[in-house]
């Protein structure tokens, strides 16, 4: 593990441990998994399990930052949420990705995502209601990965049902938002309204957006780690995350991929503000927040390199630069601080050199 103290750590010092150190474990854990998922008997299968690995690598690049959290076993954790992201990314191809509709099939493939947290759990049968299941034991694998790493933190049942819950807001995202277009906005918004408080200060998209991210379920495991952790800091680290650092996560996803989602005919929750105006206030809002919470939490220096990164990791993206948003995405740049100006370059740097 980096020897980093986190009281002091500076985010340039940060992100070159996390290019250095963990993003070749990354690479290692993923071409494990490219190797079986090439093997999938079902070539459909096999095919968008191959694929979702090749396209969205990333997505276990980012999360792997959590493998610099204070006291956490670098290569355990990045195992962890190797295979957790994976099972993720497999999952959403397969619901996005075959034209299929069918939201009891949907919520059946995403079992998966609540029982890889509990380490008690009997593997479900996944592709009950799907119509593709060869799979070569594939899922079922990626399932028992996770919960035989979550077996040895010392206080995984400190935030386990804070954890189970945000896979299971995660699981109704994506059973949901994949069904026919007539129906998906009224599914979602039946399913959203009531877990929306009277006086939220979150719209319905919003909420969606913060059920669409991992990082809270990343934090959570590394928290784990800390024997001493309370119930109490298991609370304000779910608090913290979502709706906040998990709602920008995805509300900055959709805003890069604004333009394109409207070319597509995806749902694109950013597409929901009426304005610019408002989508600018909106983020804004987000990130503020995201900073204020980042402060309460214990290493808090950590947290909000986290909210730092997101910005400039997302706003570095070419797509940051579309006509319709470039104004918008140089004021959060601007608005959030000399730091993040820092890493939006060191960023641009690294995806020049094809490493982001």
């Not at 008690?120 to 028992?144: K, N």
């Amino acid at each position: 593990m980096p020897n980093l103290n986190h009281r002091t750590i500076s985010p340039v010092t940060l992100i070159y441990q996390y290019v250095s150190k963990v993003f070749p474990l990354v690479k290692h854990e993923l071409e494990g998994w490219q190797r079986l998922a090439a093997q999938l008997p079902d070539a459909r299968l096999s095919r968008q399990a191959t694929e979702s690995i090749r396209t969205k690598a990333f997505h276990c690049q980012g999360g792997s930052i959590y493998a610099l959290y204070p006291g956490v076993d670098l290569e355990a954790t990045i195992q962890f949420i190797v295979a957790y992201q994976t099972m993720s990314d497999y999952l959403d191809n397969l619901v996005d990705s075959l034209e299929i509709q069918d939201e009891k099939a949907f919520a059946q493939l995403h079992l998966a995502m609540h029982e890889a947290l509990n380490p008690q759990a009997a593997p479900s049968d996944y592709y009950e209601y799907y119509p593709y299941r060869e799979d070569g034991g594939y899922l079922v694998r990626l399932v028992t990965t996770c919960q035989n790493s979550l077996k040895g933190l010392p206080s995984y049942d400190i935030v386990q049902e804070e954890g189970i819950g945000l896979a299971k807001l995660y699981s109704c995202l994506q059973t949901y938002k994949h069904l026919a277009i007539e129906e998906r906005e009224s599914k979602m918004l039946a399913w959203i309204r009531p877990n929306l408080l009277s006086d939220s200060k979150i719209t319905a998209w919003e909420f969606a957006a913060a059920s669409g991210s991992t990082l809270g379920i990343f934090c959570l495991y590394a928290a784990a780690f800390d024997p001493q952790l309370s119930v109490t800091q298991g609370k304000e680290i779910k608090q913290a995350y979502f709706p906040w650092i998990c709602g920008l996560h995805i509300l900055m996803d959709y805003f890069i991929d604004l333009r394109e989602d409207k070319e597509t005919n995806q749902l694109n929750f950013v597409a929901y503000y009426e304005h610019n105006e408002m989508l600018q206030e909106r983020l804004q809002l987000f990130v503020n927040n995201s900073f204020t919470q980042a402060e309460k939490l214990e290493y808090p220096k950590f947290h909000r390199i986290v909210v730092q990164g997101l910005l400039a990791m997302y706003l570095s993206d070419e797509k940051g630069s579309d006509r319709e948003i470039r104004s918008i995405s140089k004021q959060l740049i601007k608005d959030s601080g000399w730091e993040v100006n820092l890493l939006f370059g060191l960023c641009r740097l690294l995806r020049k050199g094809k490493a982001l």
